[in-house]
């Protein structure tokens, strides 16, 4: 992979991106955009790549800027819907979840820290967190074929001492649970909380909601 292309497209997101909602994009110039974003496949692996190494960001763009930046690889632009493109090869959208245990690890934990999206604590930077908490719930994969990779990225997830990065790998397990039933969802959740037993009051119940399937 080109790494001028690569560098122009993480440019491109985070650099001009300020914490903004879905909704102030209406007022922006949201339809311009790169000519690599034809290429789906060459998107997916700009997505790997980023996820893999994320700890770069920290060092060139505020907070703020990444906030945006990943709420618009989500939203507005869509980029992880290329996650559940059945069209496109399995096994590359499932390297691209794996990558995302260093996405939690290496991003979301130094910035959301223990910062809980429901129920609207600010991070370190005093926004509210929202793209840790509802990654899962943008980033929808509930695929069969998907989901050892899914399983293999919230249990390592779930080892982080970073209560916000816990939290959006438990309101991803709830969705996948609310939608398919998984067994292992509720037997991994009972060995989190059995392991965790000084989380907070409030991850906990939430923990308890998700094993349920009773997450927004």
């Known amino acids: 992979m080109d790494s001028d292309i ?3 497209w993480v ?8 914490h903004r909602t879905d909704a102030d994009f209406e007022d922006e110039d949201v339809n311009r955009t790169l000519p690599e ?9 700009f997505l790997q790549r980023l996820f893999q190494s994320p700890q770069h960001l920290l060092e060139r763009y505020s907070d703020l800027q990444i906030d945006a930046g990943l709420r618009e690889i989500t939203g507005v632009r869509q ?5 559940v493109r059945k069209d496109l090869p399995l ?7 794996a990558a995302m245990t260093q996405l939690f690890a290496g991003l ?4 959301y820290g223990d910062s809980l999206g429901h129920r609207n604590q600010p991070t370190r930077a005093g ?7 509802g990654w899962w719930g943008a980033v929808w994969v509930d695929e069969e074929s998907m989901e050892e990779a899914f399983a293999a990225h919230v249990r390592d997830v779930l080892q982080l001492p970073s209560e916000a990065c816990c939290e959006g790998a438990l309101h991803g397990m709830g969705h996948w649970r609310g939608t398919q039933g998984r067994k ?8 989190w909380l059995d392991a965790r037993p000084h989380a907070s009051p409030a991850l906990r119940q939430y923990a308890g909601w998700a094993r349920s399937g009773c997450v927004q």
Do not use: H, K, Q
């Not at 980029?79 to 996650?83: H, K, M, R």
């Open 91 to 97: 096994e590359p959208r499932c390297r691209c979840v």
């Open 184 to 191: 292992w969802i509720e037997d991994l959740i009972d060995e």
């Open 127 to 133: 926004f509210i967190n929202g793209a840790c908490y």
């Open 6 to 8: 690569f560098n122009r």
């Open 11 to 18: 440019d491109f997101i985070f650099s001009r991106a300020l």
């Open 79 to 83: 980029y992880t819907f290329e996650l």
């Open 37 to 45: 974003e034809e290429d789906d496949e060459l998107i997916l692996s």
């Open 108 to 111: 979301f934990a130094p910035i």
